[in-house]
């Protein structure tokens, strides 16, 4: 695995480790995984509580712009355009939050 690939699966990783800490009902076997891009620019990840969202950074050469994928439809959708002074570190999703 390349160092940029172990980047982004290990947020992913941590994310989904967490999640399972706290749910002992996840069936392991039965868990999909699959790649956030198909570029290996996705430089942060995290997972929603409920695992309906995934939240990522995409790197696009020195700038980063902030996605929402939707995971039953696979769509995503952009929350913050490709920003030249923007770095976006410590992606999380919370529980319950309005804003």
Same mark, same amino acid.
């Given at each position: 695995?390349?160092?940029?690939?172990?980047?982004?699966?290990?947020?992913?990783?941590?994310?989904?480790?967490?999640?399972?800490?706290?749910?002992?009902?996840?069936?392991?076997?039965?868990?999909?995984?699959?790649?956030?891009?198909?570029?290996?620019?996705?430089?942060?990840?995290?997972?929603?509580?409920?695992?309906?969202?995934? &939240?990522?950074? $995409?790197?696009?050469? %020195?700038?980063?712009?902030?996605?929402?994928? =939707?995971? *039953?439809? @696979?769509?995503? &959708?952009?929350? $913050?355009?490709?920003? %030249?002074?923007?770095?976006?570190?410590?992606? =999380?999703? *919370?529980? @319950?939050?309005?804003?």
């Amino acid at each position: 695995m390349m160092p940029d690939q172990w980047m982004t699966a290990f947020p992913a990783m941590f994310s989904l480790s967490r999640l399972s800490a706290r749910r002992s009902d996840w069936n392991l076997q039965a868990m999909k995984i699959s790649r956030v891009t198909q570029s290996g620019n996705a430089v942060n990840v995290a997972v929603s509580p409920d695992g309906r969202y995934v &939240v990522y950074v $995409l790197r696009e050469g %020195e700038k980063q712009s902030l996605n929402v994928r =939707q995971v *039953v439809t @696979g769509s995503d &959708v952009p929350i $913050l355009p490709p920003d %030249e002074i923007g770095i976006y570190k410590g992606v =999380q999703l *919370v529980a @319950g939050a309005r804003r």
